[in-house]
């Protein structure tokens, strides 16, 4: 029986509290909170959440409903320059904290996210 690393880690549960803790400090975040456009975050938690569930092997609404992901290109729109990354992979790093996960499925987040991070620079101003 194949296991997804979405099931390994808990599956939709964990997935929600991770970004929700991730959304947490981009809500009060000065560099990051102005590359969001919406007043409520929800949509881009939400947004966030189904892709990160999709990724690591969960259902497929992501794409059912938005189509192919496109990161550079949803992301284009804004400067995001190194100074955002490390913010970014700050409140990242608070939602992997809050769910505990073993070493090494960490690690083997840890390394998606940072690569995906500085793959999303898009500007050094």
Excluded: C
Aim: cysteine-free.
């Amino acid at each position: 029986m194949v296991t997804t690393f979405y099931e390994e880690i808990g599956g939709f549960e964990t997935f929600r509290r991770i970004v929700a803790k991730f959304y947490e400090g981009v809500a009060e975040d000065p560099v990051l909170r102005p590359l969001y456009p919406e007043e409520d975050l929800g949509p881009a938690e939400e947004r966030f959440l189904l892709f990160l569930v999709q990724y690591w092997g969960g259902p497929t609404t992501y794409s059912d409903t938005r189509g192919h992901p496109r990161l550079r290109m949803r992301h284009a729109p804004f400067a995001v320059n190194p100074e955002a990354k490390d913010h970014w992979l700050m409140h990242f790093r608070a939602g992997l904290d809050e769910v505990q996960l073993t070493p090494e499925q960490d690690a083997q987040f840890w390394d998606y996210v940072t690569h995906a991070a500085q793959f999303m620079v898009n500007t050094f101003e």
